[in-house]
């Protein structure tokens, strides 16, 4: 699992009372999948985390999420574990063309002359 700095944004939304969609929209994240884990304790940091780990370890272990962001504040932890969005191979396609004929249009724009320049 690797971190993310966009589900981490999005664990500190969520921690601030934001919705999940709301959260990862914000954040600029597209998942295919995703879940929220929160605990709350009033023991220090480490031991909250180690609570943490135990208490939600198989979907931690899941080899499906893929990303994972967290948000620790006093007292309460917050984390979005996340299957990133990818498109299939049309969607990339039609994607990589899209950006080709945008490419393409902004070279083929004619540039405006310089005030005072002959036409």
């Given at each position: 699992m690797r971190q993310s700095a966009q589900l981490e944004r999005a664990a500190a939304l969520l921690a601030a009372g934001t919705d999940l969609d709301a959260a990862l929209k914000q954040a600029g994240y597209r998942a295919n999948r995703s879940h929220?884990?929160?605990?709350?304790?009033?023991?220090?940091?480490?031991?909250?985390?180690?609570m943490f780990v135990k208490r939600h370890c198989e979907l931690i272990a899941d080899p499906s999420l893929l990303e994972v962001g967290f948000h620790q504040q006093p007292g309460a932890l917050t984390a979005v574990l996340a299957v990133p969005f990818v498109p299939t191979a049309a969607e990339a396609k039609i994607q990589a063309n899209a950006s080709t004929k945008a490419d393409a249009n902004t070279k083929a724009a004619p540039k405006p002359a310089a005030p005072g320049a002959p036409r």
């Open positions: 929220v884990l929160n605990m709350a304790s009033n023991v220090v940091p480490a031991e909250l985390t180690l």
